[in-house]
């Protein structure tokens, strides 16, 4: 049994520790920062192929106590590196710390770095080499006040590159993202689901695989194939059944709308590279004159705002006449807005029946959702 820990965006370890368990992770517990959690190497491997909303999957090789660089270097330095990766392997040690009381973290890294080397060195008379980009093994190293904590990364590339190249747009959201979003909208394969801006198309592509149960990593490499104990008939088993298990591509319903044509062709062009064109509705239309396509379904949408375009006279406009849009043509739909503009919520003139905090990068964003019921302009009554 090993010990896991799955970054995630800040805001998402719940959702991210509702899909790790669906997908047989034990003990899982979340933090700020992500989930950890314990299992057999073949559930690390299933988490990187399946997982839509972890930032990647990390292997806990060592938990120390620490109270100056040199401790921690004889501590790496006793770590069966050799066992790990072979030395032709290129390597790269990135360092992350919270109230820790080392005063430069370079060094340390630099420490860590060398402790790995002179492991080789001391085993095998030779030394991996250093690669800054695309390392074949990354070594990742947190220290919190009292602890270290060192992974060995068995996703490499984030997860939210889920290996395909796309089209993005102005302010494109990571995939994984856009799965969190969606996963804490409550939205479920079968029911309506409407982008009304829908830009270059990320949560049309996220819910659309979701749909037809198309695992994320299934185009793509992952490090832990670069290390020792790989076991490629396991993953090739893991992978033969996540492509058995997809659904025929087929209409769903599901719907993408922008009133850009630039927008809606990267869209459509994003779909097309993941086989999804003929899955979802687009249409080039303004969302002020949007009709909702079912009587009921979830609306999940990332509006612009000011961080993005810089036109807060134009929001100012649009904001109240979005919120008479969905009261007028949304009855009985959910509706989740995604914004880092606090004047949305008190400009759309609906009242939010939940608002999660969430992170784009480092801008603080919340998640606003409103249960549409008809009625006049007047703020709704909470459900």
């Known amino acids: 049994m090993h010990n896991f820990f799955a970054p995630c965006p800040r805001g998402l370890a719940a959702p991210l520790s509702a899909e790790l368990t669906a997908l047989g992770a034990q003990n899982v517990k979340a933090f700020e920062s992500g989930v950890s959690f314990t299992g057999e190497m073949v559930d690390a491997y299933r988490a990187n192929l399946h997982s839509r909303i972890a930032s990647r999957i990390l292997w806990q090789v060592a938990h120390f106590p ?44 630099l420490r ?45 590339e984030p997860l939210f590159k889920r290996g395909l190249r796309e089209h993005t747009g102005v302010a494109p959201l990571k995939k994984n993202l856009a799965a969190g979003i969606i996963a804490l909208s409550g939205w479920q394969p079968g029911e309506t689901f409407l982008d009304p801006m829908c830009g270059s198309g990320t949560f049309l592509v996220e819910a659309a695989q979701i749909a037809l149960g198309i695992a994320p990593g299934t185009e793509r490499e992952f490090a832990f194939q670069n290390l020792k104990n790989f076991d490629q008939k396991v993953w090739q088993s893991l992978k033969d059944a996540a492509r058995e298990n997809e659904k025929p591509r087929t209409a769903l319903p599901i719907y993408g709308a922008d009133m850009y044509g630039h927008a809606l062709k990267d869209a459509r062009e994003n779909l097309g590279a993941n086989n999804l064109l003929d899955c979802v509705f687009l249409k080039q239309a303004n ?97």
Not at 116 to 136: H, L, Q
Not at 355 to 372: A, D, S
Request: charged share 25%; aromatic share 10%.
């Open 287 to 383: 969302v002020l004159e949007i009709s909702a396509p079912t009587d009921t379904g979830v609306l999940v949408t990332n509006p612009p705002y000011g961080e993005r375009l810089g036109e807060t006279a134009d929001l100012a406009e649009l904001y109240p006449k979005l919120g008479d849009v969905l009261k007028q043509k949304f009855a009985g739909w959910r509706a989740y807005f995604f914004t880092g503009d606090t004047a949305l919520p008190k400009s759309v003139r609906l009242s939010a029946s939940k608002k999660t905090p969430l992170f784009n990068g480092k801008l603080e964003c919340r998640l606003y959702e409103y249960k549409i019921i008809a009625g006049s302009n007047r703020k709704e009554v909470k459900v």
């Open 112 to 156: 860590i770095k060398d402790a790995i080397c002179d492991k080789f060195r001391e085993v095998m008379d030779a030394r991996p080499s250093v690669a800054t980009r695309e390392p074949d093994v990354r070594i990742h190293a947190f220290l919190d006040a009292t602890d270290a904590t060192i992974y060995l990364d068995l996703s490499g």
């Open 66 to 109: 620490y109270a100056s660089e040199h401790e921690i270097y004889d501590t790496v330095l006793l770590l069966p590196w050799t066992q790990y990766f072979e030395v032709t392997r290129t390597i790269k040690v990135e360092m992350n710390a919270h109230h820790s009381p080392l005063k430069s973290l370079d060094f340390t890294t």
